[in-house]
């Protein structure tokens, strides 16, 4: 399916009024996914996520490495994508409240004791990566 009929699809090029006044683009746009998009109270939403990893060792060895998450969601409201953006910014509000990070200002959550414990909390929910090496494919 090309892009021009998945727009078709949402309604884009609908001459339909949608009761929004005064709303920028990024509004409306917005407001018609919610109605395309929006979950029903028996859905289910779930994210996957793959990546694959390449890397030649200091010694000229080839490794690849596959790591995937699967998170589900429970209903409409604790969705799966509520947990993965959600519960990693609460863990670590809570940890610059408890003062484990105590550096000041807004960082890029790179340094491993910054998202490192944030990790290992995720994991009491559920929400965790798994990996493995697997032998190099040539592309």
């Known amino acids: 399916v090309d892009l021009f009929e998945k727009f078709e699809w949402l309604g884009i090029f609908e001459n339909t009024k949608i009761g929004l006044k005064a709303a920028t683009p990024a509004q409306i746009l917005q407001h018609i996914l919610e109605q395309k998009w929006g979950l029903n109270p028996e859905d289910k939403d779930m994210i996957v996520m793959w990546h694959r990893f390449r890397l030649v060792t200091a010694n000229g060895e080839d490794k690849e490495i596959h790591s995937s998450m699967v998170v589900k969601g429970d209903d409409q409201h604790y969705t799966?994508?509520?947990?993965?953006?959600?519960?990693?910014?609460?863990?670590?509000?809570?940890?610059?409240?408890?003062?484990?990070?105590?550096?000041?200002?807004?960082?890029?959550?790179?340094?491993?004791?910054?998202?490192?414990?944030?990790?290992?909390?995720?994991?009491?929910?559920?929400?965790?990566?798994?990996?493995?090496?697997?032998?190099?494919?040539?592309?």
Do not use: C, R, W
């Open 80 to 139: 799966a994508m509520a947990k993965t953006v959600g519960l990693p910014l609460a863990i670590a509000v809570k940890m610059i409240l408890n003062g484990t990070i105590s550096s000041p200002g807004v960082h890029v959550p790179i340094l491993k004791e910054m998202y490192q414990p944030i990790l290992n909390e995720l994991e009491d929910y559920g929400i965790h990566f798994s990996e493995k090496e697997v032998t190099p494919t040539f592309y």
